[in-house]
């Protein structure tokens, strides 16, 4: 496979940094071709702002999403922004890899996202009407392509337990995985998590590597997340919502999203002792 | 009361930022002072990076939460830092301002919490040991201040109901009032939402904008979430897992971690027809 590894962290030798050389490595092994994205080397522009649409006239109002789609469409975005619109279109499968800042992604990858999730290539994308809403969840632009996450954490591994006090990881990462990855298409992979990341030595580290590249081995293989597909049946449609059999009465959260009766993996935990 | 406003929107002229300045004319008419941040125009940067950290010799490997104790600990932040920290000292609340951009924060906000939200500071605070896990999840620094979020969404607010096909916005706001608010200590609010804002015209405004009126008035008085507190009794230490008497048996997810029995103020929902 062809496949896009985004990488965000401000220093090359740290453990994400050399996690990264690990499956980078491994996925080139296994007959992977990989391009990366640093974005701290590139020197990534993390804010959505006038400059990223130059075709925007100095007395007129910036919309965001009006200002992204007409750029997108009249192939006028920047030059960073268009090169990695153009290696996500080139790419089968997108990796991101990053520490995990207050529960999300540090701003530069989320910078990332904010500005190459384009109008038109991410959102917006397929027929708008009482019948349909676009394609997404599962439809879109990078329908039948893989994605997956990288993350390392500095917590505990119990922390993020399905009752641990900062909330399940799945659903820390949810707005991630279905909100930015699935939305677009994509076949999320379940994460590789690194817990006690600070905390980790070279001793530590050999074991965690190893779970790493054996993830890697399977990347192209393993089953993704089995996200509803948002126009596979299971939600009304205008209204976007569960249908009422879905789920215990009453039941909300983010686990309804994903149907338990579809084959798929799990979380990888990869914690430090 | 005394009030730190920091908005992140691009766009002077956007209905994010007329609503921010209806808020905080409405905050100054209840008689509360307020000073903001505003981050885009302050040029803020985003990037946690070198930089942020004077005192790192350059050899140094950059590890971000050792830097960020040290610097803290020894006053050599960056003074654009410094100057966020001495404003939420000075404050008695927090409001943050800003468009959902892929169920997220803009990444110059999520830059400001990156950067402003110190170790020793927002977390590392307390005593850790096997009896108590620092003084977080309602304890810490900003213990007794009130925090709140306004969101400006695109999307329709039944796509964000507790069965849309978004996931519930409550459960997508977890990660930043559960984890970036409560955590350092914050009493968080419910949040004011604005659905469907690309859509906004200035027929629609005005009840918005009485809504928010409203919100601001009741400000000081609202009741938070009522989010159950780390050491509070209701997490097992030093697992943090939640006690197994708290839910139905099996039961996870977010809503867990709010305590049904306290009383408490709902999400609103000032949605465009």
Same sequence: chains 1, 2.
């Avoid at 590789?192 to 192209?220: H, N, Q, T």
Wanted: aromatic share 12%; no cysteine; glycine share 10%.
């Amino acid at each position: 496979m062809k496949i896009l590894f985004v990488f965000a962290h401000p220093e090359q030798r740290s453990l994400t940094g050399a996690l990264r050389d690990v499956a980078i490595k491994e996925l080139e092994a296994q007959g992977h071709e990989v391009r990366l994205t640093d974005l701290y080397a590139d020197g990534w522009k993390s804010e959505v702002d006038r400059a990223d649409f130059p075709l925007l006239r100095p007395e007129e109002r910036l919309k965001p999403v009006t200002a992204s789609h007409d750029a997108y469409a009249q192939d006028a975005l920047t030059g960073d922004v268009k090169a990695e619109i153009e290696k996500l279109l080139w790419a089968d499968a997108l990796i991101l890899h990053f520490p995990l800042w207050w529960f999300a992604m540090p701003a530069i990858l989320k910078g990332w996202v904010d500005r190459v999730f384009a109008y038109g290539l991410a959102y917006g994308v397929g027929e708008h009407s009482e019948k349909r809403w676009g394609d997404r969840y599962g439809e879109g632009t990078f329908a039948g392509k893989r994605a997956m996450l990288i993350v390392t954490a500095g917590g505990w591994a119990e922390h993020y337990a399905p009752r641990g006090v900062n909330g399940p990881i799945d659903d820390l990462l949810f707005p991630i995985n279905h909100g930015i990855l699935y939305y677009p298409g994509y076949d999320v992979l379940p994460p590789f998590v690194v817990y006690r990341a600070d905390k980790l030595d070279e001793a530590g580290f050999a074991p965690i590597a190893e779970d790493l590249r054996e993830r890697m081995r399977s990347f192209a293989t393993i089953a993704p997340i089995a996200y509803r597909r948002q126009n596979g049946g299971d939600y009304l449609i205008p209204s976007m919502q569960l249908r009422p059999e879905i789920g215990d009465p009453g039941a909300t959260g983010f686990a309804l999203h994903v149907d338990e009766g579809k084959p798929a993996s799990r979380t990888l935990i990869s914690a430090v002792g």
